[in-house]
């Protein structure tokens, strides 16, 4: 009997978007699908300065940590093996990690609701941009400061709440029609 063919990625999966929208929990799932490894940016980060990103923001400051942000997403994204990369929701953000990913990867937003994005980030106090103050406020100033950013990734996809299957589906299904996944 022939067997199933497995799904073969032939480019790294760079998936960007507010915090919230499900970067890691639907990036871990469609690595397992896809049978590749994931990586997260964040936790990458943290490695390479041996410290949690509250601690970075807090001990250095914005500006470092995104120093070392787009350092290490270039080195990510320098791996030849395709694989699932989630980014912290700023990253897409610097002009320079962006040409990289669109030379060397395939850039996937995960587009969610204010309300949606709300509930998620609500369950965690983990994100120092949004201790400062108002959690729906400051994610609905991003959400007019980044929208037009992330709406130059190659692929949208739709993150509702509670559907990370459909949403993995979803985006291997995309993957498929532009011929990155065969
Ligand atoms: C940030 C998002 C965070 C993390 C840092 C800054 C941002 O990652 O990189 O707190 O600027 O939106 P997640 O999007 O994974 O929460």
């Known amino acids: 009997m022939k067997q199933p063919q497995s799904p073969v990625l032939s480019r790294i999966v760079v998936l960007v978007g507010l915090m919230g929208a499900g970067k890691t929990t639907v990036g ?10 994931f990586r997260d940016s964040d936790d990458e980060i943290a490695k390479a300065a041996g410290c949690s990103i509250p601690d970075i923001f807090e001990l250095h400051g914005e500006a470092i940590f995104r120093d070392l942000e787009q350092r290490v997403l270039i080195r990510l994204l320098e791996q030849k093996k395709p694989y699932i990369l989630a ?5 897409f953000m610097n002009a320079g990690v962006r040409e990289a990913i669109r030379e060397l990867g395939v850039a996937v937003w995960l587009k969610a609701d204010l309300d949606v994005l ?6 965690r ?8 103050g108002d959690k729906r406020a400051i994610l609905e100033r991003l959400m ?5 950013v992330y709406a130059e990734a190659e692929i949208t996809i739709n993150s509702a709440a509670g ?10 299904r995309v993957l498929r029609q532009k011929g990155y996944v065969t």
């Open 163 to 172: 559907a990370r299957e459909k949403v993995m589906e979803d985006i291997i």
């Open 118 to 123: 709300l509930e998620r980030v609500s369950r």
């Open 125 to 132: 106090g983990t994100r120092p941009l949004l201790e400062t």
């Open 87 to 91: 980014t912290g929701g700023g990253a």
């Open 28 to 37: 871990r799932s469609l690595a397992k699908e896809l049978g590749v490894r």
């Open 144 to 148: 007019e400061e980044r929208y037009p």
